[in-house]
């Protein structure tokens, strides 16, 4: 069994692909850091909650986002499998739940108007998913590190100062 920390970011100020919105350090109600849930694909009926939450902070000019992963278990064993691949990115909900999700989707879809999430009214992180299409322009998830029992490792070819960059 191996622990592998992942890392990867969000930048701020970049448009958001499909509505141009974009995110900036206020965006997110006054908190600067914090830690969420994780999943995959965001939450479906059969959605799989990673064994441990994803922690987030507003750095520099980018959301970053740090997770733990266990090769123990398939489902995060596969989602490993992916960001090593550099098929990953982040994205993040704003409802706690599989069930408040389906129903926020629900009432967007009864009034198309409505725009949900906003990028720039005030957000809430309730929930980080791994997706392979990213909202915004982001670098891929990668491995920053390693623990196989003998303590951390910084995987291969990272630095110390870990930072985004645009794909």
């Known amino acids: 069994m191996t622990d592998y920390l992942v890392v990867g970011a969000v930048p701020l100020t970049q448009r958001r692909l499909v509505t141009g919105t974009y995110l900036t350090p206020e965006s997110f109600n006054g908190l600067l850091s914090g830690s969420a849930p994780a999943c995959m694909a965001h939450w479906r009926e059969d959605s799989y909650t990673c064994k441990h939450a994803a922690a987030w902070a507003v750095v520099d000019d980018a959301l970053q986002v740090m997770h733990l ?74 491995v920053l590190g390693t623990n196989a029992g003998a303590g951390w490792q910084l995987a291969p070819g990272v630095s110390d100062n870990v930072r985004y960059s645009v794909r």
């Not at 596969?78 to 990953?88: Q, S, T, V």
């Not at 409505?114 to 791994?130: D, F, M, N």
């Open 69 to 142: 992963l266990d090769d123990a278990t398939a489902e995060e064993r596969a989602i490993l499998d992916d960001i090593h691949a550099g098929r990953l990115f982040w994205s993040y909900g704003q409802t706690p739940t599989p069930a408040a999700t389906r129903a926020a989707i629900a009432a967007q879809q009864s009034t198309p108007d409505v725009y949900w999430p906003s990028a720039l009214k005030g957000q809430r992180i309730a929930h980080w998913s791994y997706v392979t299409l990213a909202a915004w322009t982001q670098a891929p998830i990668y």
